[in-house]
T-cell receptor, first 115, second 112 residues
Framework: EAGVTQSPTHLIKTRGQQATLRCSPI?????VYWYQQALGLGLQFLLWYDEGEERNRGNFPPRFSGRQFPNYSSELNVNALELEDSALYLCASRALSGQEYNEQFFGPGTRLTVL | EDQVTQSPEALRLQEGESSSLNCSYTVSGLRGLFWYRQDPGKGPEFLFTLYSAGEEKEKERLKATLTKKESFLHITAPKPEDSATYLC?????????????FGKGTKLTVNP
């Protein structure tokens, strides 16, 4: 079974530009989560999508946004890039099950560097 | 505020030297505790889910246990390939929020 995939692997942008990151969940998973992992910091929750709707967002400015497509893949957009946006962006997916709070499975991440 | 604290921040072991990593959490109602392994520059790899105090899970050289306030990841006779950062995470209290709250991790180095 294929895991969570993310593209691109690396992305280099300059300050003020926009970045688009993509994620495909595990087949059958409807929930997609985005996390930011900056150097020296832990994973910080960004966004949660389920069934095409944004369900929750973390403490990040509105220039971080995204969407989920009918096939449950997702896109994270970061506008007006700032130097401190440089981080590893991780996507995770989760299957609905009888146990509501079950595990999330992570992709390999996209390394975003802002110059 | 929901919080996850992991200790130690870093741990160096000799191959075969068993030890334990600690994860203490502060949530008003635990909805699940998760252990992940993360290699440098890669995404976290799922290891275990624990839901109830007293629960234990095992996988190869790893064993995770859960009490009402903390979880331990026991590593028995580690090998160099066990070197990684081990992350602990919980679902916070409060309805409708399914984000994971992560600790900062324990970086484990196993020397041959």
């Amino acid at each position: 079974e294929a895991g969570v995939t993310q593209s691109p692997t690396h992305l280099i942008k300059t300050r003020g530009q926009q970045a688009t990151l993509r994620c495909s969940p595990i087949s059958g998973h409807t929930s997609v989560y985005w996390y930011q992992q900056a150097l020296g910091l832990g994973l910080q929750f960004l966004l949660w999508y389920d069934e095409g709707e944004e369900r929750n967002r973390g403490n990040f400015p509105p220039r971080f946004s995204g969407r989920q497509f009918p096939n449950y893949s997702s896109e994270l957009n970061v506008n007006a890039l700032e130097l401190e946006d440089s981080a590893l962006y991780l996507c995770a997916s989760r299957a609905l099950s009888g146990q509501e709070y079950n595990e999330q499975f992570f992709g390999p991440g996209t390394r975003l560097t802002v110059l | 505020e929901d919080q996850v604290t992991q200790s130690p921040e870093a741990l160096r072991l000799q191959e075969g030297e068993s030890s334990s990593l600690n994860c203490s959490y502060t949530v008003s109602g635990l909805r699940g505790l998760f252990w992940y392994r993360q290699d440098p520059g890669k995404g976290p790899e799922f290891l275990f889910t624990l839901y109830s105090a007293g629960e234990e899970k095992e996988k190869e050289r790893l064993k995770a246990t859960l009490t009402k306030k903390e979880s331990f990841l026991h590593i028995t006779a580690p090998k160099p390939e066990d070197s990684a950062t081990y992350l602990c995470a919980v679902y916070p209290s409060g309805g409708g929020s399914e984000k994971l709250v992560f600790g900062k991790g324990t970086k484990l180095t196993v020397n041959p």
